[in-house]
Nanobody
Framework: QVQLVESGGGLVQAGGSLRLSCAAS????????MGWYRQAPGKQRELVAS???????NYADSVKGRFTISRDNAKNTIYLQMNSLKPDDTAVYYC???????????WGQGTQVTVSS
């Protein structure tokens, strides 16, 4: 199994910044890629950003140019640097570990990000 522990959420004013962290443990060798999803009240969970083991990144159009995903392989940790935050970024942010077709993906417990106007 893979365990994911998130940290770094909170309340920030519009235009501010936050950095989320997600530390992985357990069978980390089974992880192909990691990413951040978010879910706002009444909305479906959506992909925010992802990063592969090779370092390739992918971003939702809504966060391009504002958010940056990165990883520290020595710490088995990924980060999401969020700048120029908007009220629309308010959501619970979840860390995800993709383990391929035959293994169940791992999810973190979620961390609340609230952006006030």
């Amino acid at each position: 199994q893979v365990q994911l522990v998130e940290s770094g959420g909170g309340l920030v004013q519009a235009g501010g910044s936050l950095r989320l962290s997600c530390a992985a443990s357990g069978f980390i060798f089974t992880i192909n890629a990691m990413g951040w999803y978010r879910q706002a009240p009444g909305k479906q969970r959506e992909l925010v950003a992802s990063i592969t083991n090779g370092g390739s990144t992918n971003y939702a159009d809504s966060v391009k140019g504002r958010f940056t995903i990165s990883r520290d392989n020595a710490k088995n940790t990924i980060y999401l640097q969020m700048n120029s935050l908007k009220p629309d970024d308010t959501a619970v942010y979840y860390c995800n570990a993709d383990r391929g077709k035959f293994l169940v993906a791992a999810w973190g417990q979620g961390t609340q990000v609230t952006v006030s106007s």
